[in-house]
């Protein structure tokens, strides 16, 4: 039952909570130019725009940015040339230029000692700035895609101060027992009863306003569509992703960020090891926006120091009756309401600490919503909708040993867990539990490949399942799921999963005899540019 890195960023593969360019190639400078001037004409001039996640390690996340910014933010820091300056001391005497050697031997151990006090950037640091901000997803940039730098078009609109990042998410969830209960596709029940197969695909659009004086200022516009082989997990849409204003205050410490936000992205941390995520369904039956239904939002978030931070959202809940129904009534995301939505208010607190050589990874988080929305009352069905939904989760990641802490000490052994909850009489799931164990570079030939564990219980609501027994219906108060998958990183920008997921009682709520049991096949690729 899990995401694949964009559970986050698309659908999911929890069947059981899903029941209810071309290349430019410039002759010159000058062509580059008029290029990216072009680009940012048709960007911004364009009014009916909106209509229409090492680099997997969430250390390139706001929480970590702001910090880090907040650190190097003393021009000092850095030259004009784009190219750190550190101070150097000699480790011995005899290594500076003594004022008694020959002025031809002291000139060369000065020219070396000034090589020794340069540091030259990465080549892809320059991007670093157009990434979008804002979210716990750490989304990867220019250096991580399949097409990099070629043609010199992502530099040229890097030179305007436009970035852009865009992939392909396909995933196929197929059950290998023998007993599948296969069906008509109007009537399947659950992912991989029938062969199903999902494909996203997004691109994002930023716009550095830090150039014109406001600090960390962003444009961001993003746009996603989706296919499904089965229709009630999508449907199928062409459609607004985000449209987001950003910028920082008191030197950082208070980041802002509205406009159509997806705050499935913004809270709770649900992916963990870059490409396996929680099923983060509890909260989202309860309003919490997704990539497919961004929804009107504001968002501010305190950084106390550089690991303790608090983050509040004022967001137009999503419709009361699932994204399913939030699709249906709005397909382009861009309206400002829909049926019985009204406002939802999140609040988050946690502690992150990026992992350092001998200072392990450790994030914690916890928070609560409350929803205005009106939803249907499971546990009088023939009374009004009333309001007053909410939800809770509490979850943690840890990394309990460093494979390579030097170079790499993101890389090793982690383990976590999930724990989210909401009312039985307005949600279908009312408790989820999730443990977790995963490693980040398993082995030294493949350091950015991923290995997860997950095991999960879903609690659906007791009112919903005595509704059922009543009517002589089987019915389970509970799925269990344990997967195991593998991510490889087979190319910058390429990613490719397989996994198997063992899932006993798939179905929400009612099931037959030969829907008990589910071993879906899990293959997922990644494909960013």
Request: glycine content about 8%; charged content about 20%.
């Amino acid at each position: 039952m899990r995401d694949w890195f964009l559970a986050a960023t698309s659908f999911r593969t929890s069947s059981a909570a899903l029941a209810s360019a071309f290349t430019f190639r410039p002759t010159g400078k000058r062509y580059r130019r008029a290029v990216a001037v072009s680009l940012a004409a048709c960007l911004f001039g364009n009014s009916a725009l909106a209509q229409t996640g090492d680099e997997f390690d969430s250390g390139n996340d706001t929480v970590d940015q702001a910090s880090k910014r907040r650190q190097a933010s003393s021009p000092a820091t850095k030259s004009r040339t784009g190219v750190t300056r550190q101070v150097v001391q000699p480790r011995h005497p005899r290594s500076a230029a003594r004022a008694d050697m020959p002025a031809e031997r002291r000139n060369n151990v000065d020219r070396s000692a000034h090589t020794r006090t340069q540091k030259p950037i990465g080549p892809f640091a320059r991007y670093d700035n157009l990434r979008e901000k804002g979210l716990w997803l750490a989304i990867p940039g220019p250096a991580d895609t399949i097409d990099q730098e070629n043609g010199g078009v992502r530099s040229a609109l890097a030179d305007v101060g436009i970035g852009y990042i865009g992939w392909t998410h396909n995933t196929f969830v197929d059950n290998q027992l023998p007993n599948a209960a296969r069906s008509p596709i109007a009537n399947q029940l659950y992912m991989g009863q029938n062969p199903t197969f999902a494909s996203a695909n997004f691109l994002i659009v930023t716009y550095d306003l830090s150039r014109f004086g406001i600090p960390d200022g962003q444009i961001v516009v993003g746009a996603e569509q989706q296919y499904w082989t089965w229709d009630r997990p999508g449907p199928d849409r062409v459609g607004l992703n985000t449209l987001a204003y950003y910028q920082t205050f008191l030197d950082r410490k208070l980041e802002l960020k509205f406009g159509y936000l997806r705050n499935q992205n913004e809270f709770t941390g649900t992916l963990f090891g870059g490409m396996t995520g929680s099923n983060m369904f509890a909260l989202i039956q309860a309003g919490v926006s997704t990539n497919a239904a961004p929804t009107p939002a504001v968002n501010l978030k305190y950084n106390f120091d550089d690991r303790f931070y608090n983050k509040i959202s004022v967001q137009r809940s999503i419709s009361p009756d699932g994204p399913y129904a939030e699709i249906r009534e709005n397909p382009a995301g861009v309206d400002w309401s829909t049926a019985n939505a009204g406002t939802l208010l999140i609040d988050e607190i946690g502690y992150r600490s990026k992992a350092a050589p001998g200072s392990p990874d450790t994030w914690l988080r916890a928070g609560a919503g409350f929803n205005t929305s009106r939803y249907k009352n499971l546990a009088d069905p023939d009374q009004q909708r009333v309001s007053g939904n909410n939800f809770h989760y509490i979850a943690a990641d840890r990394q309990f040993w460093q494979t390579d802490a030097v170079r790499s000490p993101s890389r090793g052994l982690y383990g976590g867990f999930s724990i989210m909850g909401a009312p039985p009489d307005l949600n279908r799931i009312s408790q989820y539990y999730e443990l977790r164990l995963y490693t980040k570079g398993p082995f030294d030939c493949r350091p950015q490949d991923l290995i997860a564990l997950v095991a999960s219980n879903t609690t659906w609501s007791k009112f919903a399942v005595d509704a059922a027994l009543a009517k002589g219906q089987l019915a389970h108060r509970d799925t269990l799921a344990i997967t195991g998958t593998y991510t490889a990183h087979l190319a910058p920008g390429i990613y490719a999963s397989v996994g198997l997921s063992y899932i006993h009682n798939p179905t929400s709520v009612t099931h037959t005899l030969q829907t008990e049991h589910a071993l879906n096949l899990l293959v997922s690729t990644l494909i960013f540019f």
